[in-house]
């Protein structure tokens, strides 16, 4: 396999689920912000997600749909759904021999369902959640397929290189945007409207309550999202997926190469470990800063390791 035809792999999957934690995020706090009636947190979200701060403050509705229409039609913005999901599906297109029919497919009926004339005309007619969730669901068909009819080799594991590579980032970020910036001392009706979108918007209210059975407690959620390897999408969950589909490659190819394997489980050894009451001691901030210098070294030896050479 070219490292070219790995790379694309790599980032088809990634934009996919780059545009499935974006889309969850809109959902989850388009409800909050009805819920609470503070549309505040798009002021946030348009800095970190789409990479600048709004003109005007977002104050009302009205001025959430028009953040919302940006994050998922705007062709100029670089972090939209619509170039996300076209990204995808360019790297799908070049790489047809090594995907299944079928996930080819899934990825480009996705961007033509997003590319259709009336979509625009749809959104402003309905509530958009109608539409986020028609979109969610082409992601939920893109997973699906994917895991039902993708041969298990080279392709497979680049595929989730780049999936659970994006998936701990996001992981992290959603900790360092979302749970950082609250504050613990308020006590209002607003709290549990923000846990539990909190919590939805990353799939995670069900084992929440399943495992803690109590109210909304910050450290609980930290736990849960940091080291509960139950939970797909924590931090060690995709650290030990990364660390799986690694050992993978390198037994495929025969590589010799150990540096990659070395930082990855060493990442995964130092995960297994940590307690709630070891991130208290050290602090979220230094936790969640500490792990993403860690990500980084495995993003760069990713690629000297894999993109820069043939299999």
Known sequence: MLSRVANNLFWMDRYMERSYGLLNLIKT???STLDSGDYSSWNNITQTYLGYESRTPVINHRDSLKIIFSMLFDKNN??????????????????QEHISRELWLSVNKFFLHLSQENIKGKY?????????NELLQYNHIYYSVADITQERGNAYCFMNLGKYLERVVQSIDFLNVRIISFDEKSENIYESYFFKNLLTSIGGYQIYLKTFKSLFKIENIIEMIAVNESFPRSIIYSINKLFNHVERLNNFNNINDKRLIFIVGK??????????????????????????????????????????QSY
């Open 267 to 308: 990442l995964k050894n130092n995960l297994k470990y940590t307690t709630i009451q070891t991130i208290k001691s050290q602090g979220l901030t230094k936790f969640l800063d500490e792990t993403k210098t860690e990500l980084n070294k495995i993003s760069n030896t990713i690629n000297n390791t894999y993109f820069y």
């Open 78 to 95: 670089s972090n939209s759904i619509l170039n996300m999901i076209f990204k995808s599906r360019e790297n799908a297109r070049s790489v």
């Open 124 to 132: 402003r007619k309905s509530d958009p959640i109608t539409i986020v």
């Open 29 to 31: 706090n388009y409800s």
